[in-house]
């Protein structure tokens, strides 16, 4: 097997409308996932937060470190493939998405 390293191309429009492609690590979404499952028996049934919120500032500063967006679209997609048992429920006053338990 291979030990070649998966990358992810998220493709983002700049300001002007210019593509701008970034390329991530494909175990950042498995970091992502480790650390909310770590999380979830903290969290509260019916009470929403964010992502930030969930894994922790600690977690957010050294692990996410820039990279808020990226780990926005990981976390939409583990809750959107059911790989956590949280449902998206909107979001906050900085546009932040909230989840919870299902």
């Known amino acids: 097997m291979s030990s070649k390293k998966i990358k992810i191309h998220i493709v983002q429009l700049d300001s002007k409308g210019k593509k701008k492609v970034k390329e991530h690590p494909k175990d950042f979404m498995e970091t992502i996932r480790a650390q909310v499952e770590l999380c979830l028996p903290k ?3 019916g009470i929403s937060k964010t992502l930030r919120t969930i894994c922790g500032e600690d977690f957010w500063t050294e692990k996410v470190n820039g990279e808020e967006t990226y780990a926005g679209i990981c976390m939409a997609q583990l809750v959107s493939n059911n790989r956590l048992p949280l ?3 909107g979001r906050d ?3 932040a998405a909230l989840y919870r338990l299902k």
């Open 43 to 45: 969290m509260v049934a």
């Open 87 to 89: 449902i998206r429920v």
């Open 93 to 95: 006053y900085k546009n």
